[in-house]
């Protein structure tokens, strides 16, 4: 038994989050730039962190068969990277060519948006660029379980910080901040409510999920718009290699 408790411990856990792997094919379109597929990925919580801290980009790794993974869609236990209530600091506009930062370190293209006071504005953009694990309590005292998400679109003029709530896409999962929430991020998320556990299976075949989205493989262990909403949400996940 002894022996068997020493080979457990000795197995090597990874903990980070599901996410969105863009493959390189080796192709260039008509205007010269690279073309990628979609695939199933994973980031580490190290990279994350790494990459949050020094304001670069995320390493993103393709998730890969066989390996013992074990999903959750909400937090109760984990380190925490930062808590506060949220207050803008609205008369403090950041225009986006002032942060002296290429669209490789902090991907946000607007023309003015802005910060938490009391934190600075790199380190705040990051967090949510890097999509880190969080837990939003509303001022009516509703939870969400999400990752961080610099939301913006036509007509937005600027950065609508927000969480997207675990497993669901686009605006169904989107719960914008307001001056009063509570919010807890994440570095490393340890338990929560699993929603699988199990081994990955994923084959070469092309799968069509969500009739739009083409990914390069399909997911056999789980029903694959379900996994592709959860990457896209960044689920923080622990995988054990095969």
């Known amino acids: 038994m002894v022996k068997n408790n020493k080979q457990n411990n000795s197995i090597k856990q990874i903990f980070g989050m599901l996410d969105i792997y863009y493959r390189p094919t080796g192709v ?3 205007i010269g730039w690279d073309v990628k597929e979609t695939d199933f990925g994973f980031t580490e919580t190290q990279d994350l962190i790494k990459a949050v801290d020094e304001l670069k980009p995320l390493g993103v790794q393709p998730l890969q068969t066989g390996q013992l993974v074990k999903i ?3 937090i109760t236990k984990g380190e925490v990277y930062w808590h506060g209530i949220v207050q803008h600091d609205h008369e403090r506009l950041f225009p986006a060519q002032a942060q002296d930062q290429s669209a490789e370190q902090i991907p946000l293209a607007m023309d003015a948006y802005p910060s938490q006071e009391g934190l600075g504005f ?3 953009a ?3 660029s890097g999509g880190m ?3 939003l309590e509303k001022t009516d005292g509703s939870i969400v379980y999400g990752s961080l998400e610099a939301f913006c679109e036509t007509g937005t003029e600027g950065v609508i910080w927000s969480v997207s709530e675990f497993g669901k896409q686009g605006y169904h999962g989107l719960n914008c901040l307001e001056a009063g929430d509570k919010l807890t991020v994440y570095s490393k ?3 929560g409510n699993v929603i699988y556990e199990g081994e990955t299976d994923i084959s070469d075949s092309v799968s069509r999920v969500a009739d739009c ?3 390069a493989r399909t997911v056999k262990h789980y029903d694959d718009e379900k996994w592709l909403a959860m990457s896209f949400s960044n689920c923080p996940a ?3 290699p095969h």
């Open 189 to 191: 998320v340890l338990d």
């Open 28 to 30: 260039k379109n008509l």
């Open 122 to 124: 790199k380190k705040w």
């Open 213 to 215: 989205w083409d990914v």
């Open 72 to 74: 959750f869609n909400s």
């Open 133 to 135: 694990p969080a837990r």
């Open 126 to 128: 990051a967090m949510f």
């Open 238 to 240: 622990i995988i054990t």
